[in-house]
């Protein structure tokens, strides 16, 4: 029976932790999630996990940060541009033809141009383009100051996370060294027993104590994979 509590347990926490996983790697959360994994090759690249390196640029919450500061950059930029005076030149050619007889009309022409610039300044809005930039600026920096947060969590996330691999990594290793010692005892003591020197029950004890070391090294193997 408390096998199958377990076993009921594992099963549940797998599926939300299927559902944190889909969270942050940015899967739709309809969409299954088969995964692949051979514990062999996880035991060879136990030794590499620990060389891994923080990559901020791989979570989704901070590509997504950096994004919204680039687009409230260009929002400020144009609210900075919109505060300036504006500048720009016009250019006007006619054409008039005049004749006192309407029938020559057409044979004298009158042709007049113009060329001129227009300077304009935002007055009458000119408060409200200010208020416009300085909370586009805010909003900039609150961006800036939110991304330098995440990767302060991002970091003391990996800090952890990597610390709690190497310490469970220390453990694997030495319930690995449990089963070595407890292997040569049982092999000693079942050779002893061949020969009539052990008792049986040296055998059993050995014996058990070789089974514990063995589910002590699959927990903590566990626990590393975590």
Excluded: C
């Amino acid at each position: 029976n408390n096998a199958k509590s377990q076993k009921t347990s594992i099963s549940n926490s797998i599926i939300a932790k299927k559902s944190i996983l889909k969270q942050l790697i940015g899967y739709p959360d309809d969409n299954p999630l088969p995964l692949k994994y051979n514990f062999s090759v996880m035991k060879e690249d136990i030794l590499i996990d620990t060389l891994q390196t923080l990559h901020y640029s791989d979570r989704i919450e901070y590509q997504l940060l950096k994004t919204n500061i680039r687009l409230q950059k260009l929002a400020l930029d144009y609210n900075r541009v919109s505060f300036l005076p504006s500048l720009s030149g016009y250019a006007h050619y006619n054409i008039i033809y005049q004749n006192d007889n309407y029938s020559s009309l057409y044979k004298q022409s009158f042709p007049n141009s113009n060329i001129g610039l227009t300077l304009s300044f935002p007055i009458l809005e000119g408060t409200k383009k200010w208020h416009n930039i300085k909370k586009s600026r805010l909003s900039y920096d609150r961006l800036v100051l939110d991304t330098l947060n995440l990767k302060n969590e991002m970091n003391a996330e990996y800090v952890r996370a990597i610390t709690d691999y190497k310490s469970n990594l220390s453990a694997y290793n030495i319930t690995n060294e449990n089963i070595n010692i407890a292997r040569d005892v049982y092999n000693t003591v079942m050779y002893q027993y061949n020969q009539g020197i052990k008792p049986y029950i040296d055998v059993i004890i050995s014996e058990t104590d070789l089974l514990t070391a063995q589910l002590n090294n699959i927990s903590s193997l566990i626990m590393l994979m975590n």
